[in-house]
């Protein structure tokens, strides 16, 4: 009889396979997977890592880029894999990359409407006489100028950006209900300093949705007069540039799990 360390559930999860005859205990892989799905066999004479929560692998394959050995491989069990599951792993890839399409779109838009429009005057040089302070706001942020980028003027591409911004939320809290599971792992196995990136992601996309979201509700309420709206834009403008950083880093974190998704989806 195999010991309970090399049962399957031990070696496998959805996503990938571990060899334990390849392992080295180097334990680069335990501290390097964000969920706590790896742990180890620490006796003096045996020694390797294993799934000990396998079903919280999320399969962000950073165990696999991390092990020098090759001893994680990717699981491909595709064809083994009843209908249902193929179609759930062809939705979340379709998914996860319209929201990557969507969050570029967002960010483009709003980087044209923040650098393109807003930052072309001074308080002081358009005041002149007294003008309401909600006129002069919106001389500043360039809101009534004839500017065109690419073809497009102030209210076009903020048109775009409320569509791609409206999109890009909706497929993420998709995004984030289909990854729940893992969300739990860690909040329960408080593992917040192994997983800080994507919890600060996280909350950097609630606080900007927040602050972008609030200044349709004023200006509905107020029929655009409300100035307070402004104050509510300009914070989403800056935490959206924090939010830029930490999503690149995101997406550049998991580059191998969208060239494995790819591939795979190429091959059928």
């Not at 959805?14 to 335990?30: P, S």
């Not at 045996?46 to 994680?72: E, Q, R």
Request: charged fraction near 15%.
């Amino acid at each position: 009889m195999k010991p309970f360390f090399l049962f399957q559930e031990h070696i496998r999860t959805t996503h990938i396979h571990l060899d334990t005859r390849k392992c080295k205990a180097c334990w680069h892989c335990l501290t390097c997977c964000p969920a706590g799905v790896i742990g180890k066999i620490d006796l003096p004479w045996h020694k390797h890592a294993l799934m000990i929560n396998p079903s919280l692998c999320s399969g962000c394959l950073m165990c696999v880029a991390s092990c020098v050995n090759g001893a994680f491989t990717v699981n491909d069990r595709a064809e083994q894999q009843p209908p249902a599951r193929q179609l759930a792993m062809l939705r979340h890839f379709i998914v996860n990359n319209l929201v990557l399409l969507a969050g570029l779109l967002a960010v483009l838009s709003g980087l044209i409407l923040q650098l393109g429009f807003h930052m072309g005057g001074s308080a002081e040089g358009i005041r002149g006489e007294d003008q309401p302070q909600q006129v002069v706001y919106e001389q500043i942020r360039a809101l009534d100028s004839g500017k065109m980028i690419w073809g497009m003027n102030y209210y076009d591409w903020s048109v775009v950006h409320k569509v791609a911004i409206v999109v890009f939320s909706l497929l993420m809290i998709y995004h984030v209900y289909t990854h729940w599971k893992w969300y739990k792992g860690v909040l329960t196995r408080h593992l917040f300093r192994k997983n800080a990136g994507v919890l600060i992601l996280t909350l950097l996309f609630l606080l900007v949705a927040v602050t972008g979201f609030v200044p349709w509700v004023i200006d509905l309420l107020t029929a655009g007069k409300g100035i307070e709206r402004m104050v509510f834009i300009e914070i989403h403008d800056k935490l959206t540039l924090l939010l830029i950083v930490f999503m690149v880093l995101h997406v550049v974190g998991r580059w191998r799990w969208f060239a494995t998704a790819f591939r795979k989806w190429k091959e059928r």
